[in-house]
């Protein structure tokens, strides 16, 4: 398995492949009809000593980068171990759910922000995405 180290800095962050999340966004992407997603086009990362309070973050490819280098969009899922793996496996998908909901319907690579007002409410995606999963489990 790969592995990709941040090593400007103390504490270096490490970042492994990870195809456990992989199998994982793509059950949730199956389960749950999200097909706009381009399963191919998601790649799974878990990180280790990396200073943040989020249990997972998502990257995009932006625009200016997919021009540049004649790549199609793609998203980055990264999971912080320390925190993430602890967690039972519903909180995961939870975490995961969060995740997803980050990709626009146009999977054009970039992000759709946390927006807490209005008929874009982000947090209102992501408790509809939560409350299907429930529902289907």
Known sequence: MPRFINSHKRGAIEWVSAPDV???VSFLADTL????????RIFCFRST??????YARIWG???????ALREQPAYVIEVVSEKYDSLPAF???KVLLHEMTHIPRNFSG??????RRGERNFEDKVRTLIALYNRRR
């Open 22 to 24: 992989k199998k994982r």
């Open 33 to 40: 009809d999200i097909d706009w997603i381009r399963k191919s």
């Open 49 to 54: 000593d990396a200073k943040t309070r989020a």
């Open 61 to 67: 490819f932006s625009r200016i980068w997919q021009k």
């Open 91 to 93: 909180e995961q998908d």
């Open 110 to 115: 970039s992000l759709i922000p946390h927006i």
